[in-house]
């Protein structure tokens, strides 16, 4: 590793961060081993699903359609279409990670929500690397478990509901959110994201709220920073004469 | 389609769409520009994701339920600057408890 060594406290603090993340996320492989054997799935095509498709909006999509008599196309549309966001946290992590060769393989596997949510939010390199490869891990492993046991077993271990894990995702998100919101254009960008997500929620299948709330922030930085002068059609800082020309 | 071509395919199509993100050369997204957008958007990600998981329900309508509570808990204590795992563990005991007692 070229990066300079994390302090222990802090190492200790992002693998923290990565469990506390794995768990939460981790547990629902049990919702969603025992939803794919109930849609018809067997036990091979749900592991599958989990060790390959490996992103859960995908999958609880792939197997929602497949339980409601839908079209395998219809499926494998959805599921990509909510696959989108992962190739724009790709294209972020991969300047993070700085990955070549083979080593991006397993890093685009390993590219979802919560492996990209808690790397970038480091403030230094070598700790978006571990919170990435550490997050990442941890929710493969556990929900590639949880995925089988909830095949197999159904719901016989209880909702994650009652331990009140569907709250300790949030809260965690929440955390890692919250050193960011200092700058006030900061928190005009996460209000005006979660309102945007909240209001397209109930008209579009999981994951795609988010997506869209992703290109408002696309939108918001394309927009020229509050103060400074707009760009000519040509992309180049207009000079200071044509200040008082008409846009 | 059968399900194993099913299955097969949305894996395959998803994998592509990770991996797309790795071998766009890098210089593409130079610029000023381009940085001001990799700097929102982890705030709108993670803010998006705080959202969607709190205030929507399985069936994808907007709810207030337990999660609420946990996440009303949750800003409390980072007001107070508690660390990390106690943010997360009073969030969970705070639906589960709520949960207990027959709400949310």
């Not at chain 2, 399900?3 to 990770?18: D, E, I, M, P």
């Not at chain 2, 797309?20 to 705030?43: E, F, I, K, N, Q």
């Not at chain 2, 563990?89 to 709520?98: C, H, N, R």
């Amino acid at each position: 590793m070229h990066a300079p060594r994390l302090a222990d406290q802090r190492r200790h603090e992002v693998i923290r961060q990565c469990l506390s993340v794995g768990v939460a996320t981790g547990a629902y492989g049990i919702s969603f081993g025992a939803l794919s054997v109930a849609a018809g799935l067997n036990l091979w095509q749900t592991i599958a699903l989990s060790a390959l498709l490996f992103s859960g909006a995908s999958q609880f999509a792939v197997v929602g359609i497949v339980a409601a008599g839908g079209a395998g196309a219809a499926a494998v549309a959805t599921s990509s279409l909510l696959g989108m966001r992962n190739g724009l946290y790709g294209l972020q992590m991969s300047r993070l990670l700085g990955v070549r060769g083979l080593r991006r393989v397993p890093a685009a596997q390993l590219t979802i929500d919560e492996s990209t949510a808690v790397a970038i939010a480091q403030p230094e390199p070598s700790a978006q690397r571990l919170g990435f490869w550490g997050t990442g891990l941890a929710v493969y492993v556990l929900w590639n478990l949880t995925t089988i046991l909830g095949a197999v077993v159904g719901n016989a271990l209880g909702d994650p509901k009652r331990f009140g894990l569907d709250a300790a995702a949030p809260a965690a998100f929440c955390a890692l959110l919250w050193p960011r919101l200092k700058a006030g254009e900061a928190r005009a960008v996460a209000a005006v994201a979660a309102v945007i997500a909240v209001i397209v929620a109930p008209h579009a299948p999981a994951g795609i709220p988010v997506l869209v709330a992703a290109l408002a922030a696309i939108v918001a930085g394309l927009l020229p920073p509050r103060g400074t002068r707009k760009r000519d059609v040509l992309g180049n800082p207009s000079t200071p004469s044509d200040d008082e020309a008409p846009p | 389609m059968t399900l194993w071509t099913t299955v097969l395919l949305a894996s395959g199509l998803a994998f592509a769409l990770k991996f797309l993100g790795y071998v766009v050369p890098h210089r593409v997204l130079d610029g000023v520009v381009v940085s001001r957008v990799t700097a929102m958007l982890p705030v709108a990600l993670l803010s998006a994701l705080v959202a969607v998981q709190t205030f929507t329900s399985s069936g994808g309508g907007l709810t207030v339920d337990a999660r609420a509570a946990g996440l009303a808990v949750a800003v409390t204590a980072l007001l107070l600057r508690a660390p990390f795992l106690v943010v997360v563990i009073l969030a969970a005991a705070t639906a589960a408890t709520l949960r207990d007692l027959g709400w949310g």
